[in-house]
């Protein structure tokens, strides 16, 4: 896909790609994570491309739906640009346009955040705990070498103490993961973003324990993820729970390329 607007999709002819603003054009501040660029009656959004799906939408129902909000408003979306634009003109209240865009780019980016800042935080504790635990290990090990004995027990308790804290954080910071991405959703859905994968299972297990116990015939909308944001892009969740479904002996299906309905 190269270039989108809705007279395209419709059956008319596409427009051009929008030519470059001209540097008279006033620019502001990013705001959300996307550039803007007025100049004259245009205003062009720039956007990371993989967003440009969110800001289309299917068939074109998310531009064609801020248009019918903002009549007289015409957007063109340029997915081959990087970052990729969405160009705002016509005579129709084009800072409403704006705005809306910047709304379907907030939730596209929101989606992503799966820690938050307090996730973020409690997770970089954990993480400083872990590299702190790391070196006590390393001069444990260089003390036994050295015949050290009383250095490398003394290391190596204050290594299993530092453990314990990084754990610590670990379990906070999963708690405030899950409930950020859980909160306010039905019992028959769960989303194991932004967990590691034992988390993940801990938590997954404990809801279909809680599910099996209740004498209903349920299915379960887990939400793995596919991987994308995973080290080389490669699914640890996903699989991890494929084996437990298995493991439990129940019946599922596959919702698309991140998401299991589990029958429990």
């Known amino acids: 896909m190269g270039c989108w607007c809705s007279t395209a999709a419709e059956g008319g002819a596409p427009e ?35 967003y440009a799906g969110r800001i289309i939408g299917k068939k074109g129902a998310t531009i064609k739906g801020i248009e019918h909000k903002c009549p007289g408003v015409h ?15 016509g005579k129709g209240d084009r800072e409403r346009a704006l705005k809306l865009i910047q709304k379907e780019l907030k939730h596209a980016y929101d989606a ?10 409690l997770r970089a504790k954990a993480d400083e705990y872990a590299k702190k635990r790391s070196k006590l290990y390393e001069e444990s090990q260089k003390a036994y070498k050295r015949h050290d004995g009383a250095a490398a ?14 754990h610590k954080y670990n379990e906070q910071a999963a708690k405030v993961i899950f ?4 909160k306010g959703k039905p019992i028959l859905f769960i989303d194991l973003h932004g967990l ?13 324990n809680k599910l099996l116990a209740n004498d209903v015939d349920d299915s379960l909308h887990c939400v793995t993820g596919a991987g994308h944001h ?3 892009h490669l699914a640890k969740i996903k699989p991890a729970v494929h084996d437990l479904i298995i493991k439990m002996k129940l019946r599922y299906e596959v919702e698309n390329v991140g998401e299991y309905i589990i029958h429990c």
């Open 16 to 50: 051009k790609r929008p030519t470059q603003v001209a540097k008279e054009g006033k620019k502001e501040g990013k705001k959300h994570g996307d550039n803007i660029v007025k100049d004259g009656n245009k205003i062009v959004v720039s956007f990371d491309q993989k």
């Open 75 to 89: 957007i063109h979306i340029d997915t081959k640009s990087r970052p990729a634009t969405a160009t705002i003109t």
């Open 112 to 121: 992503e955040d799966y820690e938050g800042p307090e996730g973020r935080r």
């Open 153 to 166: 027990k003394k290391y190596s308790e204050e290594a299993k103490k530092t453990g314990r804290e990084m």
């Open 179 to 182: 409930e950020r991405r859980n």
């Open 196 to 208: 590691t994968v034992k988390e993940a299972l801990s938590y997954l297990e404990e809801r279909l």
């Open 230 to 232: 995973s080290p080389g």
